[in-house]
């Protein structure tokens, strides 16, 4: 059974840092794309960043130049660094990630399937 756990999520004042991170529990093949969501009660999830398996990345307009996605394929792992954050960015914070499971779900017709994480909490207040 494959699951994303995330850790890094907290209470940080205006200003501050945090960093995310997204790892997988489990056997899998290989991972195509990775990404980070935030959704806000009321509001649709929306994509925060996201990084091809070529290190292609791309960031909504409200982050870029405040967040830094990157990732770690040794490890099958994502990282969400958070730096000048916002009282806006307060949301829960959610990772996602296309695997390929095994050899058979390569050369399947659908070789992907997208898992999400349970999501983290990030609120920004002093």
């Known amino acids: 059974q494959v699951q994303l756990v995330e850790s890094g999520g907290g209470l940080v004042q205006p200003g501050g840092s945090l960093r995310l991170s997204c790892a997988v529990a489990g056997s899998i093949f290989s991972i195509n794309a990775m990404g980070w969501y935030r959704q806000v009660p009321g509001k649709e999830r929306e994509l925060v960043a996201r990084i091809t398996s070529g290190g292609s990345t791309n960031y909504a307009d409200s982050v870029k130049g405040r967040f830094a996605i990157s990732r770690d394929n040794a490890k099958n792992t994502v990282y969400l660094q958070m730096n000048s954050l916002k009282p806006e960015d307060t949301a829960a914070y959610y990772c996602?990630?296309?695997?390929?499971?095994?050899?058979?779900?390569?050369?399947?017709?659908?070789?992907?399937?997208?898992?999400w994480g349970p999501g983290t909490q990030v609120t920004v207040s002093s």
């Open positions: 996602t990630m296309s695997i390929v499971n095994s050899y058979a779900s390569l050369i399947s017709y659908q070789p992907f399937t997208d898992y």
